[in-house]
Nanobody
Framework: QVQLVESGGGLVQAGGSLRLSCVGS????????VGWYRQAPGKQRELVAR???????TYGDSVKGRFTISRDNAKNTVYLQMNSLKPEDTAVYYC?????????WGQGTQVTVSS
């Protein structure tokens, strides 16, 4: 059974930093692309960052230059380093894994950025 568990969310002031972690079980991150998405109340879920099995990264326009996605295959973990946080970054952040045609999601971790 595939399970994704996010952690690292919390409450921070604008300009601060957080590091989110996504730990997978029942799967191997090294052979799949893993992404971070976020959803704020009243808004659609949007792509934050993605890292391919080969290590290629992509970012949503709103976070380019501020967020960095990375992976540790030995720990089956993907990280999202978030710097220079803004109030508009406030959302629930979800880890995503695509295997064939099935999307797997974690339960989400709340990030709240105060002004």
């Amino acid at each position: 059974q595939v399970q994704l568990v996010e952690s690292g969310g919390g409450l921070v002031q604008a300009g601060g930093s957080l590091r989110l972690s996504c730990v997978g079980s029942g799967t191997i991150f090294s052979i799949n692309a893993v992404g971070w998405y976020r959803q704020a109340p009243g808004k659609q879920r949007e792509l934050v960052a993605r890292i391919s099995s080969g290590g290629r990264t992509t970012y949503g326009d709103s976070v380019k230059g501020r967020f960095t996605i990375s992976r540790d295959n030995a720990k089956n973990t993907v990280y999202l380093q978030m710097n220079s946080l803004k109030p508009e970054d406030t959302a629930v952040y979800y880890c995503n894994l695509l295997i064939i045609t099935t999307n797997y999601w974690g339960q989400g971790t709340q990030v709240t950025v105060s002004s």
